[in-house]
């Protein structure tokens, strides 16, 4: 049997750090990178007699994330005890939701290769993050480990998708779909390199038509794009051979080594884990009143399915430009803002996936702040080319210098005389001059050498340091070179 | 000890789970002891709770949250004191992974 | 004497100019100098810590502006309410180094009251027991008898008052450890409404159960106290934004008309017959006083002790999960890694009872027994707490035994199981999570004291302290004390 024969089944979980400024059940700091252990309280490290308290705004975008994919709220959801013990787990148990979580029953739709798929969503619950542990070198051999309870307490959202992905690219384009998702809302920054959204991944070969699932492989802390990618395809792949040699596959955990790009088991415990939920007795129940839900379902934002799709519906972008634009909710706004000043939406888009990003430290909301040319000003320059006063090509120039003062366009157009030169007198005696300068280079015309209308517009535009209307010159030049 | 409630498999298995290093000797008293607790407990079978919800809250609250208003932390030497051992501002802990 | 006033006899020596502060704190201080070596109440006091605050609350009433009835009065803790800067152990080896960075807020209510530390008092470990013989460290001793032992889990906290060694304090009970203590002792002891004092910083036996409450001479003192340290608190979450009554408002009020329930299931074969008797005779005194009794069925009482010794256990399993040698307390050696090291350590640092209940509860938690034992037993409490709730629907307050016997001999119940049976009259309380007192109600013929319970309905403590005041005001139960040999002064 070949691996064709196989049909590959993915479910991703993904953790996605809520962009709260305290924990999930104390008031500590939630930033990134701060000094280790400095963010703990006696509440997120466990110590003896500590008591969780909720933290409201996380349900709150635990809510607003629930709707964007389309789940079910539950009015009345809990929280739940999960044990385990692992240095990382101050109390070696982490306060998660089990039987009743906050939301289930949603979905995200993907779009690859121009079609469009839905994906399942099983359910979205709340619960706290672990701390961190540095292993003196690796976590196999390491004979001692450090523990950084900063993280301990942190806010994660956790949605679990059905095994509804049935590639790779599928389980790649589900996670940015999501990653949009909750970075548009607000609710996560979506950075990974940082954590604040981690992903593992349910691996699973059966062969074609069979309904059941074959035995699935987890593969834990995805956090980037690319991995998620390399990983998946190893463990299809590795699957695949394992299957086909007649071998059963193992129910277990594994992990992506990225240096040496293959997916490792980790150390097969001698039971499975038994996580003894129960309610937790420090927290009421939640029985959040409808009201609340429909008050946050009526202040979400557009979505970014539904604002791709406005974009190349209402602007007539592609798809593509339309995604790009779509990936943060600044550079989405900052397009839409332009446009309203200039209504030329592809010459908008143009100017921003190209000039602008190349500029920009990032395409993410912070940079798109920060950036010295406002929405108006990209417009203003724009109009500037659209009137003729500058040329394309003086424009990028133009562009550059605006990034780099913060002056609007023309004020250096005027100030630097970059104005095009476009007065048909002006410019008629100028490439007179040039005729006259290169009477070899009109018998190469005469003689049917193309490149030679090239050397003279190019010419004129030196002898007018570029400031020649290029359309102009063209004009002027197929008027007088038939009668020189 | 009449027929025991719990076998000496399921109390290696909770101990292990339970993270209780048990000698032979603790394991067979262990066994005795929660076997005749647990035959007492048995008595609860014969009640019927039938369409009875359990009580996880002794009295009814919900809803009970705070705001996303930080609070200061402990100073990193506060949070350490009690650490049996500390490395520089870490908690360490001997190898995770067993040999 | 200082130390043999109630508390509201020493807040009006201090009012009056007579006695300060510091007299009173010095005077206790003697006292457990003098008789702890036999009592053995206390594992820690914290003198000059005492006679600081003593201090500051003697310049506080010399300017004429003390801080309220509690100011400037001798308490102690349990010794597994958080103290910051003073050792924690709650009876374990496991916490024997553990100094907690931060106070509990019963303890930080107390102290804006006013009251002055004495010291940490001894329990057993991690409030498993109703002896304080599972105490790591070693066995409190009954006041009455210093062979027997003073109740459990919270012994030291019991016997303290008892021996006139502080004149108030705190105690925690899951399953009548403060309530069957004051029982053993001949005091007052009071285990409130689940969630009307706040739990932040009382290290957790099992969540759902814990309530912290207070030890005192008479039932008029622990309204003062329980004043103090109720009401709601941002850091608990369980502990409910219930508005705290004046609890000496209607204190006085008297019992004529109030009808109270006497619940069948709770004179049971193999009780002490003189318990029973003195209890009867309680309830007698209380017709006498006007009130309308009468008899009330709790018909699944006798399931309450199976239920709270899986619940408990299972809670506990959980709530002691933390305790693994990495962020505090006791870190066993020779262990190869992480589980072993946990394994030894939590070997080493739990007693034998603690053990017991970590693995009953991880059982009944465990895949398989889950709903079978858990899921049954916390569905059999909501039978218990449906009894009393419809109880609750003709009386207005219960009065029945605190406990099936006396004090017994220190080493006498070996058997866990023979140990559970104290707690059978206190558990179905602490299940449905109502208010319950035990009040002095008498003495067995070879001097040992006899305890009378009341229990009310959620919040209703006030009710629950008229009864037991009006009781307690009718009888002379509460003036006796022990005749531990006088102290040298």
């Given at each position: 049997?070949?691996?064709?024969?196989?049909?590959?089944?993915?479910?991703?979980?993904?953790?996605?750090?809520?962009?709260?400024?305290?924990?999930?059940?104390?008031?500590c700091?939630?930033?990134?990178?701060?000094?280790p252990?400095?963010?703990?309280?006696?509440?997120?490290q466990?110590?003896?007699?500590?008591?969780?308290?909720?933290?409201?705004?996380?349900?709150?975008?635990?809510?607003?994330?629930?709707?964007a994919?389309?789940?079910?709220?539950?009015?009345?959801?809990?929280?739940?005890?999960?044990?385990?013990?692992?240095?990382?787990?101050?109390k070696?148990?982490?306060?998660?939701?089990?039987?009743?979580?906050?939301?289930?029953?949603?979905?995200?739709?993907?779009?690859?290769?121009g079609?469009?798929?839905?994906?399942?969503?099983?359910?979205?619950?709340?619960?706290?993050?672990?701390?961190?542990?540095?292993h003196?070198?690796?976590?196999?051999?390491?004979?001692?480990s450090?523990?950084?309870?900063?993280?301990?307490?942190?806010?994660?959202?956790?949605?679990?998708?059905?095994?509804?992905?049935?590639?790779?690219?599928?389980?790649?384009?589900?996670?940015?779909?999501?990653?949009?998702?909750?970075?548009?809302?607000?609710?996560?920054?979506?950075?990974?390199e940082?954590?604040?959204?981690r992903?593992?991944?349910?691996?699973s070969?059966?062969?074609?038509?069979?309904?059941?699932?074959?035995?699935?492989?987890e593969?834990?802390?995805?956090?980037?794009?690319?991995?998620?990618?390399?990983?998946?395809?190893?463990e299809?792949?590795?699957?695949?051979?394992?299957?086909?040699?007649?071998?059963r596959?193992?129910?277990?955990?594994?992990?992506?080594?990225?240096?040496?790009?293959?997916?490792v088991?980790?150390?097969?415990?001698?039971?499975?884990?038994?996580?003894?939920?129960?309610?937790?007795?420090?927290?009421?129940?939640?029985?959040?009143?409808?009201a609340?839900?429909?008050?946050?379902?009526?202040?979400l934002?557009?979505?970014?399915?539904?604002?791709?799709?406005?974009?190349?519906?209402?602007h007539?972008?592609?798809?593509?430009?339309?995604?790009?634009?779509?990936?943060?909710?600044?550079?989405?706004?900052?397009?839409?803002?332009?446009?309203?000043?200039?209504?030329?939406?592809?010459?908008?888009?143009?100017?921003?996936?190209n000039?602008?990003?190349?500029e920009?430290?990032?395409?993410?909301?912070?940079?798109?702040a920060?950036?010295?040319?406002?929405?108006?000003?990209l417009?203003?320059?724009l109009a500037?080319?659209?009137?003729?006063?500058?040329?394309g090509?003086?424009?990028?120039?133009?562009?550059?210098?605006?990034?780099?003062?913060?002056?609007?366009?023309?004020?250096?157009?005027?100030?630097?005389?970059?104005?095009?030169?476009?007065d048909?007198?002006?410019?008629?005696?100028?490439?007179?001059?040039?005729?006259?300068?290169?009477?070899?280079?009109?018998?190469?015309?005469?003689?049917?050498k193309?490149?030679?209308?090239?050397?003279?517009?190019?010419?004129?535009?030196?002898?007018?340091q570029?400031?020649a209307?290029?359309a102009?010159?063209?004009?002027?030049?197929?008027?007088?070179?038939?009668?020189? | 000890?009449?027929?025991?409630?719990?076998?000496?498999?399921?109390?290696?298995?909770?101990?292990?789970?339970?993270?209780?290093?048990?000698?032979?000797?603790?394991?067979?008293?262990?066994?005795?002891?929660?076997?005749?607790?647990?035959a007492?407990?048995?008595?609860?079978?014969?009640?019927?709770?039938a369409?009875?919800?359990?009580?996880?809250?002794?009295?009814?609250?919900?809803?009970?949250?705070?705001?996303?208003?930080p609070?200061?932390?402990?100073?990193l030497?506060?949070?350490?004191?009690?650490?049996?051992?500390?490395?520089?501002?870490?908690?360490?802990?001997?190898?995770?992974v067993?040999? | 004497?200082?130390?043999?006033?109630?508390?509201?006899?020493?807040?009006?020596?201090?009012?009056?100019?007579?006695?300060?502060?510091?007299?009173?704190?010095?005077?206790?201080?003697?006292?457990?100098?003098?008789?702890?070596?036999r009592?053995?109440?206390?594992?820690?006091?914290?003198?000059?810590?005492?006679?600081?605050?003593?201090?500051?609350?003697?310049?506080?009433?010399k300017?004429?502006?003390?801080?309220?009835?509690?100011?400037?009065?001798?308490?102690?803790?349990?010794?597994?309410?958080?103290?910051?800067?003073?050792?924690?152990?709650?009876?374990?080896?496991?916490?024997?180094?553990?100094?907690?960075?931060?106070?509990?807020?019963?303890?930080?209510?107390?102290?804006?009251a006013?009251?002055?530390?004495?010291?940490?008092?001894?329990?057993?470990?991690?409030?498993?027991?109703?002896?304080?013989?599972?105490?790591?460290?070693?066995?409190?001793?009954?006041?009455?008898?210093?062979?027997?032992?003073?109740?459990?889990?919270?012994?030291?906290?019991?016997a303290?008052?008892a021996?006139?060694?502080?004149?108030?304090?705190?105690?925690?009970?899951?399953?009548?450890?403060i309530?069957?203590?004051?029982?053993?002792?001949?005091?007052?002891?009071?285990?409130?409404?689940?969630?009307?004092?706040?739990?932040?910083?009382?290290?957790?036996?099992?969540?759902?159960?814990d309530q912290?409450?207070?030890?005192?001479?008479?039932?008029?003192?622990?309204?003062?106290?329980?004043?103090?340290?109720?009401g709601?608190?941002?850091?608990?979450?369980?502990?409910?934004?219930?508005?705290v009554?004046?609890?000496?408002?209607?204190?006085?009020?008297?019992?004529?008309?109030?009808?109270?329930?006497?619940?069948?299931?709770?004179?049971?074969?193999?009780?002490?017959?003189?318990?029973?008797?003195?209890?009867?005779?309680?309830?007698?005194?209380?017709?006498g006083?006007?009130a309308?009794?009468?008899?009330?069925?709790?018909?699944?009482?006798?399931?309450g002790l199976?239920?709270?010794?899986?619940?408990g256990?299972?809670?506990?399993?959980?709530?002691?999960?933390?305790?693994?040698?990495?962020?505090?307390?006791?870190?066993?050696?020779?262990?190869?890694?992480?589980?072993?090291?946990?394994?030894?350590?939590?070997?080493?640092?739990?007693?034998?009872?603690?053990?017991?209940?970590?693995?009953?509860?991880?059982?009944?938690?465990?895949?398989?027994?889950?709903?079978?034992?858990?899921?049954?037993a916390?569905?059999?409490?909501?039978?218990?707490?449906?009894?009393?709730?419809?109880?609750?629907?003709?009386?207005?307050?219960?009065?029945?035994?605190?406990?099936?016997?006396?004090?017994?001999?220190?080493?006498?119940?070996?058997?866990?199981?023979?140990?559970?049976?104290?707690?059978?009259?206190?558990?179905?309380?602490s299940?449905?999570?109502?208010?319950?007192?035990?009040?002095?109600?008498?003495?067995?013929?070879?001097?040992?004291?006899?305890?009378?319970?009341?229990?009310?309905?959620?919040?209703?403590?006030?009710?629950?302290?008229?009864v037991?005041?009006?009781?307690?005001?009718?009888?002379?139960?509460?003036?006796?004390?022990?005749?531990?040999?006088?102290a040298?002064r």
């Amino acid at each position: 049997m070949s691996a064709a024969d196989y049909e590959t089944v993915i479910g991703l979980e993904v953790h996605a750090h809520l962009l709260t400024r305290t924990k999930m059940f104390c008031g500590c700091a939630t930033t990134f990178g701060a000094a280790p252990n400095t963010q703990t309280c006696p509440v997120c490290q466990g110590m003896p007699g500590s008591l969780p308290v909720i933290n409201r705004r996380t349900v709150e975008f635990g809510i607003r994330a629930a709707l964007a994919i389309g789940c079910r709220v539950n009015l009345q959801n809990r929280f739940a005890r999960k044990h385990y013990y692992y240095p990382d787990m101050p109390k070696n148990y982490q306060i998660s939701q089990y039987e009743e979580p906050l939301a289930e029953h949603g979905s995200v739709e993907i779009e690859l290769g121009g079609e469009r798929r839905t994906i399942g969503v099983e359910r979205l619950h709340l619960e706290e993050d672990v701390g961190k542990l540095l292993h003196e070198g690796e976590l196999a051999t390491a004979r001692s480990s450090q523990v950084d309870y900063n993280r301990a307490g942190v806010p994660l959202m956790e949605i679990v998708s059905r095994p509804d992905l049935r590639s790779p690219e599928e389980a790649v384009a589900y996670l940015r779909t999501l990653r949009a998702i909750v970075v548009f809302l607000g609710v996560c920054d979506g950075n990974m390199e940082e954590g604040s959204l981690r992903c593992d991944a349910n691996v699973s070969l059966r062969k074609r038509a069979v309904a059941i699932l074959g035995t699935k492989v987890e593969i834990k802390n995805l956090n980037s794009f690319r991995h998620v990618q390399h990983a998946l395809e190893y463990e299809v792949r590795r699957q695949g051979q394992a299957l086909d040699a007649g071998e059963r596959i193992v129910q277990e955990t594994r992990l992506w080594d990225p240096e040496r790009l293959r997916t490792v088991s980790m150390r097969s415990k001698e039971f499975a884990h038994d996580y003894r939920y129960f309610p937790e007795p420090d927290l009421p129940p939640l029985d959040l009143p409808a009201a609340s839900v429909d008050e946050i379902r009526a202040g979400l934002p557009e979505l970014p399915a539904a604002r791709r799709r406005r974009f190349v519906e209402a602007h007539g972008l592609t798809p593509y430009e339309a995604d790009l634009l779509c990936q943060g909710r600044g550079l989405a706004d900052y397009f839409e803002a332009a446009v309203r000043a200039h209504p030329k939406p592809k010459a908008v888009a143009n100017w921003i996936l190209n000039e602008l990003l190349r500029e920009l430290p990032g395409d993410d909301d912070k940079a798109i702040a920060a950036c010295p040319i406002p929405p108006a000003g990209l417009a203003g320059l724009l109009a500037l080319v659209d009137d003729g006063t500058i040329s394309g090509k003086m424009a990028k120039d133009v562009f550059e210098k605006m990034y780099r003062t913060g002056e609007d366009a023309r004020s250096i157009v005027t100030r630097e005389g970059l104005a095009q030169v476009a007065d048909a007198g002006e410019l008629g005696a100028v490439v007179d001059q040039v005729l006259a300068a290169h009477p070899q280079v009109i018998e190469d015309w005469r003689g049917g050498k193309k490149a030679a209308l090239g050397f003279l517009v190019g010419q004129v535009m030196k002898s007018t340091q570029g400031k020649a209307n290029p359309a102009l010159v063209n004009r002027l030049l197929g008027e007088k070179l038939p009668k020189v | 000890m009449s027929e025991p409630r719990i076998s000496r498999e399921d109390v290696q298995h909770v101990a292990r789970l339970a993270r209780l290093e048990l000698s032979a000797e603790d394991l067979v008293r262990m066994q005795a002891e929660l076997s005749n607790i647990l035959a007492y407990i048995d008595k609860l079978r014969s009640v019927d709770t039938a369409g009875v919800p359990p009580t996880s809250h002794a009295v009814p609250l919900t809803n009970v949250m705070r705001e996303d208003e930080p609070r200061p932390s402990l100073p990193l030497a506060d949070m350490l004191a009690n650490a049996p051992d500390a490395a520089g501002d870490f908690f360490r802990v001997p190898r995770i992974v067993e040999e | 004497m200082l130390a043999a006033l109630t508390l509201d006899a020493l807040g009006a020596r201090f009012r009056a100019g007579e006695a300060t502060p510091s007299d009173a704190a010095r005077d206790h201080l003697a006292r457990i100098e003098a008789h702890d070596p036999r009592v053995r109440a206390f594992v820690a006091v914290t003198r000059d810590l005492a006679l600081a605050q003593a201090a500051e609350a003697d310049a506080r009433f010399k300017a004429g502006k003390p801080l309220g009835p509690l100011d400037g009065v001798p308490i102690a803790l349990k010794d597994l309410f958080c103290t910051r800067g003073i050792r924690t152990a709650v009876g374990s080896k496991i916490l024997e180094t553990f100094v907690p960075p931060y106070d509990c807020t019963a303890y930080q209510r107390l102290r804006a009251a006013g009251a002055v530390l004495l010291g940490k008092l001894n329990m057993d470990e991690f409030a498993m027991g109703s002896s304080t013989e599972n105490s790591a460290y070693f066995t409190t001793r009954n006041p009455w008898d210093l062979d027997r032992v003073p109740g459990g889990s919270s012994g030291g906290s019991s016997a303290a008052v008892a021996a006139d060694l502080a004149v108030a304090t705190l105690g925690t009970d899951t399953g009548g450890s403060i309530r069957q203590p004051a029982a053993f002792c001949g005091i007052v002891g009071l285990k409130p409404t689940y969630g009307r004092v706040s739990r932040y910083g009382m290290v957790a036996f099992a969540s759902s159960l814990d309530q912290a409450g207070p030890f005192t001479k008479t039932v008029a003192d622990t309204a003062r106290v329980l004043q103090v340290i109720a009401g709601a608190d941002p850091m608990d979450s369980t502990a409910a934004a219930v508005p705290v009554p004046d609890y000496m408002a209607g204190l006085g009020g008297g019992v004529k008309g109030l009808r109270i329930g006497i619940p069948r299931e709770y004179f049971i074969d193999g009780m002490d017959p003189e318990v029973e008797r003195a209890v009867r005779a309680a309830v007698e005194v209380l017709r006498g006083l006007g009130a309308r009794t009468e008899e009330v069925s709790l018909p699944h009482t006798e399931y309450g002790l199976a239920a709270y010794y899986l619940i408990g256990p299972a809670e506990a399993s959980s709530n002691l999960a933390r305790y693994d040698g990495v962020k505090y307390g006791l870190r066993a050696s020779g262990g190869r890694d992480l589980v072993e090291m946990s394994s030894k350590t939590r070997a080493a640092g739990f007693g034998r009872e603690v053990q017991r209940r970590i693995m009953l509860g991880t059982y009944a938690l465990s895949a398989g027994y889950h709903d079978a034992y858990y899921g049954q037993a916390q569905r059999v409490r909501t039978l218990v707490a449906r009894d009393f709730q419809r109880a609750f629907q003709d009386v207005d307050a219960i009065v029945a035994p605190t406990t099936p016997g006396v004090a017994f001999k220190v080493g006498e119940k070996a058997d866990p199981l023979q140990m559970y049976l104290n707690d059978v009259f206190t558990v179905p309380v602490s299940l449905a999570g109502l208010p319950g007192i035990s009040v002095p109600a008498g003495f067995t013929r070879e001097g040992l004291p006899i305890g009378v319970q009341v229990v009310g309905r959620a919040y209703d403590e006030a009710t629950v302290l008229r009864v037991a005041h009006a009781y307690e005001q009718a009888t002379d139960w509460h003036t006796r004390k022990p005749a531990l040999e006088a102290a040298p002064r």
